[in-house]
């Protein structure tokens, strides 16, 4: 099961577990835990702005984000990703063209210790894609 945290193109912020997520389905399953009570619920890419996979739900709040690419990283092609609401992020992607038939595509933090492993950003979210130098 992955871990992630989901933000929705309302803002609102859903954590928990998928195994079944791809970008070629319109909806996945979130689980969460609330103790002794399991919640499943379906949730549809369409309302979307990204997928966190995530290390830990809390994050690490003594962490110092870093400005600059690992160097030891190799794959994939240095971007920022504008989206609707103003918000930029910045990270590696493997192809900056999507299949039609997908929803959105994969993306890699700039900082490889960041709590984010990777991230999958909704097409319909994104105002533009520019290479980052």
């Given amino acids: ?6 933000r929705t193109g309302k803002g609102e912020v859903l954590k928990g577990y998928t195994g079944d ?8 399953m979130l689980s969460s835990e609330d103790g002794a009570v399991k919640t499943n619920q379906i949730i549809e890419l369409k309302d979307l702005k990204a997928i966190f996979f995530v290390k830990s739900f809390d994050g690490d ?3 110092k984000k870093k400005l600059y690419f690992d160097t030891d990283v190799s794959y994939g092609k240095k971007v920022v990703v504008s989206f609707k609401d103003g918000e930029e992020f910045i ?4 192809s ?6 997908d929803s959105g595509f994969f993306i890699f933090p700039l900082d490889s210790d ?3 492993i990777r ?3 909704l097409n319909n979210a994104i105002v533009g894609i520019q290479l980052y130098k």
Wanted: hydrophobic share 40%; charged share 20%; aromatic share 16%.
């Fill in 21 to 28: 997520f791809s970008r070629s389905k319109p909806s996945f």
């Fill in 114 to 116: 960041s709590n984010i």
């Fill in 1 to 6: 099961m992955n871990k992630v945290v989901v």
């Fill in 91 to 94: 990270g590696r992607v493997e």
């Fill in 96 to 101: 900056m063209h999507s299949d039609p038939g």
């Fill in 119 to 121: 991230a999958f950003f």
């Fill in 61 to 63: 709040f003594l962490h």
